[in-house]
């Protein structure tokens, strides 16, 4: 997937080349030649690239260092930290303050546009408890509307439309039905065009004055590469845009272009699609990406993913288990997988925490400990977390951290919270037994 090329070129270099315990000139040297190469060839532009070898040139060479960490490690962090810089710091929200928000979404045709405002709607409502409105503006392309209509049917979201009625009319009106409606965020889906055009940019300028819009979003297509920055800087010339919303990373795009984006117009990158379904669409955490460009793997979007397919029946098989006083590690791993799959995670800790202020540090905290947690539980055999005893080998210990890539302070900290919740467990089963408490049903 997006971002795969690099990511390999890049942490190859990295390795290669340092071996030794010591940052020298030369194979800072060296390594920044190869990562050059990478970036180049991956379609990052050239400007971004200078800047960017520069910074860490600047960085390496000029002590970075820091004791017993080992160079290629130090290597590792200073490319991934000037990667986040490069890449805008970090995530830009969008602006739902207003009530209603209008969202203009805007892009040239076939860029997903349609699609997109779709899955955004969903993910306002799913993420942010809002109440979307979708509008069909795009009275040009054939089916447009209708495809829109469409999709608001199969994801429950309503879709206003006036047919080939002027666009700016039907905006209008849209946001007066959304006020009246109790719709907060209101997302117009504009016209297209193959190319822009004057015609176009005018239109979309009228309907920018008229609606007042919180965002206005292109929708580009990451397959067209380097074209992505000339087609973000004529509509932003044109139009003042908020941000950009990259699509189709899922294709074998090199995703450069999509890298030097945020440097190259100055605009955040709000969101990137990644497949056809409703669900595929995430916010851009520059942090995240630089992750994934470096080979540490985008933890927390490939353990999002994975939560998602796994069922129901393992929260009542937890719940069976408890009961009969049995809890290990599989139970646990079950339980934090439920916990990660509720939305919001941040949102239901605050208001578990209730006078006990919960703060982002300790909501980050937790999140940070669902990943790791999952990742060393994931680098264990069942029978390990069938019987979590045998995790006091140290043989088994040491492998495990080691193919986690975790470390030792990690480890226990999981065995420490396993234990503290397998106390619980056993005291809250007894309680029930003695019918302090209600039975769990089924
Ligand atoms: P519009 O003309 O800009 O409104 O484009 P559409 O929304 O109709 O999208 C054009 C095509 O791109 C459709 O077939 C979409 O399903 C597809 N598409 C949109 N976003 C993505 C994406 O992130 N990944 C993939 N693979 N296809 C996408």
Do not use: C
């Not at 960017?52 to 000029?62: F, N, Q, V, Y």
């Not at 699609?115 to 408890?129: D, E, I, P, Y």
């Not at 979201?157 to 039905?177: L, N």
């Not at 995703?255 to 030097?260: D, N, P, R, V």
């Amino acid at each position: 997937g997006f971002g795969d090329f690099l990511s390999k070129r890049m942490k190859r270099s990295i390795e290669k080349n340092i071996q030794k315990s010591t940052l020298t000139n030369e194979n800072i040297a060296e390594t920044l030649k190869e990562i050059r190469l990478a970036l180049l060839e991956a379609d990052v532009s050239v400007d971004v690239v200078k800047e960017l070898i520069s910074r860490i040139k600047t960085k390496a060479e000029g002590g970075y260092i820091q004791e017993g960490v080992k160079a290629h490690q130090q290597m590792v962090k200073l490319v991934h930290d000037e990667l986040i810089e490069i890449l805008g710091k970090e995530l830009a929200p969008l602006d739902l303050g207003k009530k209603p928000t209008v969202i203009m979404m805007v892009g040239l045709q076939g860029s997903g546009k349609t699609t997109t405002a779709n899955k955004l709607a969903n993910l306002v409502r799913k993420k942010n408890s809002k109440n979307p409105l979708l509008v069909g503006l795009d009275i040009y392309r054939p089916g447009a509307i209708d495809q829109l209509v469409e999709l608001g049917h199969q994801s429950n979201i309503p879709v206003f439309e006036k047919g080939k009625q002027d666009p700016i009319k039907t905006a209008k009106q849209a946001i007066e039905y959304a006020n009246q409606n109790n719709h907060d965020v209101v997302i117009l889906d504009t016209a297209g065009r193959l190319q822009i055009d004057k015609d176009l940019m005018n239109e979309l300028n009228e309907l920018r004055k008229q609606t007042n819009p919180s965002e206005i979003l292109l929708v580009v297509d990451g397959m067209i590469g380097q074209e992505i920055i000339n087609v973000t800087n004529e509509f932003n010339r044109l139009l003042k845009l908020t941000g950009v919303i990259v699509t189709k990373l899922d294709g074998d795009a090199r995703g450069g272009a999509t890298l030097s984006i945020s440097h190259m117009t100055k605009l955040p990158i709000k969101f990137i699609g990644e497949g056809e379904g409703i669900k595929a669409l995430a916010p851009f955490y520059p942090k995240r990406m630089a992750d994934r460009l470096l080979g540490m793997g985008d933890i927390e979007t490939l353990y999002e993913k994975a939560i998602e397919n796994i069922d129901e029946r393992s929260i009542q098989k937890t719940m069976k288990r408890m009961f009969m006083g049995q809890y290990d590690m599989e139970d646990l791993r079950n339980q934090l997988v439920q916990v990660a799959k509720m939305d919001n995670l941040g949102g239901i800790l605050k208001m578990l925490g209730g006078q006990n202020k919960v703060n982002e540090d300790q909501i980050n905290d937790a999140q940070r400990k669902l990943v790791v947690f999952s990742i060393l539980m994931d680098s264990m055999t069942l029978k390990e977390r069938r019987d979590p005893r045998l995790l006091k080998g140290l043989t088994r210990k040491s492998r495990i951290i080691k193919g986690s890539g975790r470390n030792e302070k990690e480890f226990n900290e999981l065995v420490n919270s396993f234990e503290k919740g397998k106390k619980q467990v056993m005291e809250m089963t007894k309680m029930m037994k003695s019918g302090k408490m209600p039975n769990f049903p089924g």
